[in-house]
C-alpha cells in the first residue's frame, strides 16, 4: 500500500466517525451542550461540516459536559473566552491596520517602458 492510498484511507476512517458523531451530536447532544440550540434545527446542518473535522474536540466537550455538568463546563471556559475576545479585538485593529500600511508602503510597479525604482539601491 502506498502512502498516498494509507493518508486517503484515514481520512475515509476520520470522516466516517466524524460523520456518526456529526449525527449524534447535532440530534442529541448539541441541545444538551447550548440551551440557544434547543428547538433551533435550522442551523444545525451549517455544523456539519466543522464536526465532521473536528468531532475529538466535540466529542471530548460533550462527554465532559455530561460527566461534569454544564455549569462547570462555562465557569471552567470563561477565562478563555475572555482571552479568545480580546485577541480577536486586538485582531480586528490590527488587520486593516497591516493592510493599510501594507498598500502605503509598497513598490509601485513600473509602465512599460520604464525602469523600476529600488527601495534599496546598491552603490555602484
Known amino acids: 500500500m502506498s502512502t498516498g492510498a494509507l493518508l486517503i484511507g484515514l481520512a475515509?476512517?476520520?470522516?466516517?466517525i466524524g460523520a456518526i458523531v456529526a449525527v449524534a451530536?447535532?440530534?442529541?447532544?448539541?441541545?444538551?451542550?447550548?440551551?440557544?440550540a434547543r428547538g433551533s434545527y435550522t442551523f444545525r446542518p451549517l455544523l456539519v461540516a466543522g464536526v465532521l473535522l473536528i468531532w475529538p474536540?466535540?466529542?471530548?466537550?460533550?462527554?465532559?459536559?455530561?460527566?461534569?455538568?454544564l455549569d462547570a463546563v462555562v465557569s471552567r471556559d470563561k477565562p478563555l473566552r475572555d482571552a479568545h475576545r480580546r485577541v480577536w479585538i486586538v485582531l480586528a485593529?490590527?488587520?486593516?491596520?497591516?493592510?493599510?500600511v501594507s498598500l502605503a508602503v509598497r513598490q509601485i510597479t513600473p509602465e512599460p517602458g520604464r525602469t523600476a525604482v529600488q527601495i534599496n539601491p546598491t552603490a555602484e
Open 25 to 36: 451530536f447535532l440530534m442529541f447532544g448539541i441541545g444538551r451542550i447550548d440551551e440557544d
Open 93 to 100: 485593529v490590527l488587520i486593516p491596520l497591516i493592510f493599510i
Open 57 to 69: 474536540i466535540v466529542l471530548w466537550r460533550w462527554i465532559s459536559a455530561e460527566l461534569i455538568g
Open 12 to 16: 475515509e476512517i476520520w470522516l466516517y
